[in-house]
């Protein structure tokens, strides 16, 4: 006979929800660490793949959630693809980022506000500028002269434009995240 383990059943609500907002196989890792020596991010993250998959099995939400290491992956997938028990650390970490934007305590990776910020200018204008996604990302992170010995030659270059027209279709963007933010709500009732 063969028993499976319930993700709830361990570890109580957190690993539920995470289950089922990512849809990874969290419960059946070995804590192999395949996933973790393959990563291209691990070396700088604050916490490692295979520890990411035992913290969710703990029920160690406030401190996986404010995790930097959810933003920082990359999605690459390198880990789900070395994963011998088919966990997927990669779909797991894009649960746990959807999960961390209504926490109490929500990353303080400055990807969190390059994202806020990208996709915003995706539903407003369809493209992308580079210099106003500059100006709003080095305002609200304070990071005011970072990088900006880098700043005359793109704009020599021409690598960013100060002003560009916004791309057409409004209207149907503005449909399409309603969708989006529609098919979340639909996903988690
Ligand atoms: S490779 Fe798979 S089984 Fe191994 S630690 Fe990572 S998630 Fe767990
Ligand atoms: S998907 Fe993320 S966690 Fe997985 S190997 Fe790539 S960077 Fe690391």
Not at 42 to 62: L, S, W
Not at 80 to 106: E, I, W
Not at 117 to 129: D, E, L, P, S, T
Request: net charge positive; glycine share 8%.
């Amino acid at each position: 006979m063969t028993m499976a383990l319930a993700a709830g059943g361990i570890a109580g609500d957190f690993a539920s929800q995470v289950e089922a907002e990512s849809h990874a196989n969290l419960m059946a890792c070995l804590q192999c660490k395949k996933c973790t020596s393959g990563c291209p991010v691990a070396a700088m993250a604050d916490v490692k793949p295979h520890e990411i998959v035992r913290m969710v099995q703990f029920g160690q939400r406030d401190e996986l959630l404010a995790s930097k290491m959810l933003w920082q992956c990359t999605s690459c997938q390198t880990c789900a693809t070395r994963c011998p028990q088919k966990v997927s650390v990669a779909a797991l970490n894009d649960g746990l980022r959807r999960m961390s934007l209504g926490a109490k305590a929500p990353s303080k990776s400055a990807v969190v506000t390059f994202n806020d910020i990208f996709m915003r200018a995706v539903r407003r204008r369809g493209r992308m500028n580079e210099a106003g996604l500059m100006a709003s990302f080095k305002l609200r992170t304070l990071r005011l002269f970072q990088d900006m010995g880098k700043l005359p030659m793109m704009l020599w270059k021409g690598k960013m434009p100060l002003f560009q027209s916004a791309a057409p279709g409004r209207s149907e963007r503005e449909a399409m995240f309603k969708r989006a933010a529609q098919a979340r709500k639909g996903g988690q009732s």
